[in-house]
């Protein structure tokens, strides 16, 4: 990989990392530690972190489609390397997770957040006994548990009104 893939792949993970970490801080002040367990939900200042929470598995894999869409498309090859040159692919992928990040987020709706959760969940399994990688369950949890916190809260959303 040249000097100018390398650098621009490292700026954009370094600014993931810093957007992750402002919201991760905005979802303490808002709320504490309590809205990455298992909120409550009976207040509506409450439901607005949790949502955020639930879409944030489908904004790293929007983030990682789409750069590895754009660095084909910008360099000649994808994140790992290898010289590739069809980036339509990747990009036209990223309109899922963008969809359910709409939809969730924005939308509040049921019916996406439910989706997004069994999506979720099953490609984690899948992806788990593909690669025969049991031993990085224990990373997937806490976004199956963001996922179906979003669940309740898009839900809890409908209720107040």
């Known amino acids: 990989?040249?000097?100018?893939?390398?650098?621009?792949?490292?700026?954009?993970?370094?600014?993931?990392?810093?957007?992750?970490?402002?919201?991760v801080a905005q979802i303490l002040a808002e709320g504490g530690p309590k809205l990455?367990?298992?909120?409550r939900l009976n207040h509506g200042y409450e439901v607005a972190p949790?949502?955020?929470?639930?879409v944030s598995p489908w904004a790293l894999m929007l983030f990682g489609l789409g750069a590895n869409g754009?660095?084909?498309?910008?360099?000649?090859?994808?994140?790992?390397?290898?010289?590739?040159?069809?980036?339509l692919p990747w990009l036209a992928s990223a309109l899922v997770p963008l969809l359910?990040?709409?939809?969730?987020?924005?939308?509040r709706s049921v019916f996406a957040a439910a989706v997004a959760f069994?999506?979720?969940a099953g490609g984690s399994l899948y992806a788990l006994q593909l690669y025969d990688a049991w031993a990085w369950a224990p990373l997937a949890l806490p976004f199956l548990l963001w996922s179906l916190n979003g669940v309740?809260?898009?839900?809890?959303?409908?209720?107040?009104g």
């Not at 949790?50 to 639930?54: I, M, N, S």
């Not at 309740?152 to 107040?160: K, N, S, T």
């Open 70 to 87: 754009a660095c084909i498309l910008l360099f000649g090859h994808d994140l790992m390397g290898q010289p590739n040159n069809r980036y």
């Open 1 to 23: 990989m040249t000097f100018a893939a390398v650098s621009v792949i490292a700026l954009a993970f370094l600014a993931a990392v810093v957007l992750g970490l402002f919201e």
């Open 50 to 54: 949790v949502t955020r929470l639930a």
């Open 152 to 160: 309740r809260a898009v839900h809890a959303d409908r209720q107040f």
């Open 100 to 107: 359910l990040i709409h939809l969730v987020d924005y939308q």
């Open 118 to 120: 069994v999506l979720l």
């Open 36 to 39: 990455f367990v298992w909120p």
